[in-house]
């Protein structure tokens, strides 16, 4: 399958800052991708995409960035609250799928 | 939003028997649901592509006679784990892709199989 975000970070923030979030794609050919939120024993939550015409896209405290020089999205999250602490993970759409990262664990300490 | 659901959101069954996985988008028609294995801190693994009124394609290494995808309408797909075993236990999640409006995929909350 797609190769999207090998690593598995751990990301800690202190409630109120920015945090940011990375993935990393390998298919240069993938033209949406989307950005999800799993919390523990759940499904992934929608949280925001982008289209590979886009390079920023912004919703109600998220920003998604994509970078197709170097296959890289990031997800900003703007004053993070401890209901953010989550698992983060970016999907790739491409060959009429929805390819996923490793994801990244994010903690926001109160 | 859009909502898909996913039912039962947790099983136990025997080692031997099999169990079905429903999936349904509530507000939107899919034509394509996907269909996930999920083990504990790691990432989803696509397992099949399911499409309506066809035969589901499935990912290498994912053993099509053990997991039997059905796609009967639009929204609706069903995913039966034949002749389960215990390694088969896993959280499975189902997908279903707005095909028609925006375009986006949303998740069912997931399913917990456990093979005793």
């Known amino acids: 399958g797609e190769s999207v975000g090998l690593h598995l970070p751990t990301l800690s923030v202190q409630e109120g800052d920015n945090s940011i979030i990375n993935c990393a794609y390998s298919?240069?050919?993938?033209?949406?991708f989307i950005w999800y939120k799993q919390e523990s024993g759940k499904g992934p939550q929608f949280i925001i995409d982008?289209?590979?015409?886009?390079d920023k896209r912004q919703g109600q405290r998220v920003t998604v960035l994509l970078n197709k020089t170097v296959k890289h999205l990031s997800l900003q999250i703007a004053a993070t609250q401890p209901g953010d602490s989550a698992v983060y993970f970016c999907?790739?759409?491409?060959?009429?799928?929805?390819?996923f990262g490793s994801g990244t664990k994010l903690n926001v300490k109160p | 939003g859009a909502v898909v659901s996913q039912h039962p959101s947790r099983v136990i069954c025997k080692s031997g028997t099999s169990v079905k996985i429903e999936c349904r988008s509530l507000?939107?028609?899919?034509?394509?649901m996907f269909w996930y294995r999920q083990f504990p801190k790691q990432s989803l693994m696509l397992m099949a592509t399911s499409n309506e009124g066809s035969k589901a394609t499935y990912e290498q290494g994912v053993e099509k006679d053990k997991f039997l995808i059905n796609h009967a309408s639009l929204t609706l797909s069903t995913l039966t784990v034949t002749s389960a075993h215990p390694e088969d236990s896993s959280f499975y999640i189902c997908?279903?892709?707005?095909?028609?409006?925006?375009?986006?995929?949303?998740f069912g909350q997931g399913t917990r199989l456990t093979v005793v």
């Open positions: 298919n240069s050919a993938s033209d949406y």
């Open positions: 999907a790739e759409y491409n060959f009429n799928k929805f390819y």
């Open positions: 982008i289209r590979s015409n886009m």
């Open positions: 997908s279903a892709r707005d095909s028609k409006g925006t375009g986006k995929a949303f």
């Open positions: 507000d939107f028609q899919a034509t394509t």
